[in-house]
């Protein structure tokens, strides 16, 4: 995520990418309006689903990668746990999700260890 775009407009245009692309999306947390971090839930509405966080690095985010780390899909179930205790942990943070069969995140970041 840039951060020379502040959250919430960087987070509209992805909910607008994926409703164009005939997904469902909608913010289910909204975090600092201008500089908090998102994590990105997809389900493929079949019990399953994937989150993506911003991957940083010394420049700053760069791209994006699945979380938590080593898990390459999860439970929509194991899903929600985690993106709770995220939230507990930042009040700033944002939570988006997208309901999209195909699993696409509609990020136009880099993903890291898309499998």
């Known amino acids: 995520m840039p951060r020379d775009v502040d959250t919430h407009v960087w987070a509209s245009a992805l909910i607008w990418r994926a409703q164009a692309g005939g997904a469902f999306a909608a913010v289910l947390k ?4 201008k500089r908090g971090d998102v994590l990105v839930k997809v389900s493929t509405m079949d019990g399953r689903a994937q989150v993506y966080g911003a991957a940083f690095s010394m420049e700053g985010p760069q791209a994006f990668e699945k ?4 898990h390459t ?15 507990n942990q930042d009040p ?11 699993g696409r995140h509609f990020l ?8």
């Open 30 to 33: 909204k975090g600092d309006p």
């Open 92 to 102: 700033d943070l944002w939570v988006i999700e997208i309901e999209d069969r195909e």
């Open 67 to 70: 979380l938590p780390a080593g």
């Open 73 to 87: 899909d999860m439970s929509e179930a194991d899903a929600d746990a985690y993106l709770m205790k995220r939230r």
């Open 108 to 115: 136009t970041e880099a993903v890291n260890r898309e499998t």
